[in-house]
């Protein structure tokens, strides 16, 4: 089992940056990928960002050139720097985790983009 938890999330202005961060423990061999998705109110869950191992990341056309993914596999964290932020990015962030074919998930942090 892997257990993953986010953290980051806020408050924040129109036009502000905040980052996330996702820590994974537990039984880690290798987290083929990671990635982010988001909920909004009354949405479906979608993918905002995700990373394998090897390769290029991969963004969701709403957040490109706002949204920066990155790894860190010494940690085996996860992050999301998110600048430029819009209302309509408010949603829970979940981070998420692959490994052996198995889909693991952590609770989610809320991120609020309002005046």
């Known amino acids: 089992q892997v257990q993953l938890v986010e953290s980051g999330g806020g408050l924040v202005q129109p036009g502000g940056s905040l980052g996330l961060s996702c820590v994974p423990s537990?039984?880690?061999?290798?987290?083929?990928?990671m990635g982010w998705y988001r909920q909004a109110p009354g949405k479906e869950r979608e993918l905002v960002a995700a990373r394998a191992r090897y390769g290029s990341p991969n963004y969701a056309d709403s957040v490109k050139g706002r949204f920066t993914i990155s790894r860190d596999y010494a940690k085996n964290a996860l992050y999301l720097q998110m600048n430029s932020l819009k209302p309509e990015d408010t949603a829970v962030y979940y981070c998420n985790a692959a490994q052996d074919g198995v889909d693991y998930w952590g609770k989610g942090t809320l991120v609020t983009v309002s005046s």
């Open positions: 537990g039984s880690i061999f290798s987290l083929e990928v």
